[in-house]
T-cell receptor, first 113, second 107 residues
Framework: DAMVIQNPRYQVTQFGKPVTLSCSQTLNHNVMYWYQQKSSQAPKLLFHYYDKDFNNEADTPDNFQSRRPNTSFCFLDIRSPGLGDAAMYLC????????????FGDGTRLSIL | QKEVEQNSGPLSVPEGAIASLNCTYSDRGSQSFFWYRQYSGKSPELIMSIYSNGDKEDGRFTAQLNKASQYVSLLIRDSQPSDSATYLCAVNRQLTFGSGTQLTVLP
């Protein structure tokens, strides 16, 4: 019944070793978002896709990249993870240009060794 | 000035009481407002959305919006221990979040 699915739920990587987090959706929503949430902080928007149009937030580090090969899937790539990148990464989807709420996945908790 | 500000908390209320959570926002053109509940280690879960001035009720939850004063609030009636969580106020399509208010309902 899950509509926004993030894999894996927990990811451990080494300092500087590239890592990819994935998100898939069954809602057929046009818009997909990636947020970073650190402990006791609010989620922070990294970037979003409107269909294939990529929109990067101004303060998102260059170390973070994203791919959306089709409507259903979106990936977050961290090219050289640092200790400060340890966080929960949340994927969310939204329908078109509406003001409807976003639907969140369960998140991936990333740890850096 | 932060775009979305919430009363910082933590907030503790006894079981059965009313919990009141407040949020102010800076963008006067904001159109959509959301309250999310987030349990520790879990993703945010939508509990209320509101788009027009006034009150919107859903079960034990009431959202109140006042665009002239640029605030939105959430009232939780008959608070239960299961309501203990962090409540996030979010504004607009791309969800600018407040920092959250941690609510504890004491049995």
């Amino acid at each position: 019944d899950a509509m926004v699915i993030q894999n894996p739920r927990y990811q451990v990587t080494q300092f500087g070793k590239p890592v990819t987090l994935s998100c898939s959706q069954t809602l057929n929503h046009n818009v997909m978002y990636w947020y970073q949430q650190k402990s006791s902080q609010a989620p922070k928007l990294l970037f979003h896709y409107y269909d294939k149009d990529f929109n990067n937030e101004a303060d998102t580090p260059d170390n973070f990249q994203s791919r959306r090969p089709n409507t259903s899937f979106c990936f977050l790539d961290i090219r050289s993870p640092g200790l400060g990148d340890a966080a929960m990464y949340l994927c969310a989807t939204q329908e078109g240009v509406s003001n409807q709420p976003q639907h969140f996945g369960d998140g991936t908790r990333l740890s850096i060794l | 000035q932060k775009e979305v500000e919430q009363n910082s908390g933590p907030l503790s209320v006894p079981e059965g009481a009313i919990a009141s959570l407040n949020c102010t926002y800076s963008d006067r053109g904001s159109q959509s407002f959301f309250w999310y509940r987030q349990y520790s280690g879990k993703s945010p879960e939508l509990i209320m959305s509101i788009y027009s001035n006034g009150d919107k009720e859903d079960g034990r939850f009431t959202a109140q919006l006042n665009k002239a004063s640029q605030y939105v609030s959430l009232l939780i009636r008959d608070s239960q221990p299961s309501d203990s969580a962090t409540y996030l106020c979010a504004v607009n399509r791309q969800l600018t979040f407040g920092s959250g208010t941690q609510l504890t309902v004491l049995p």
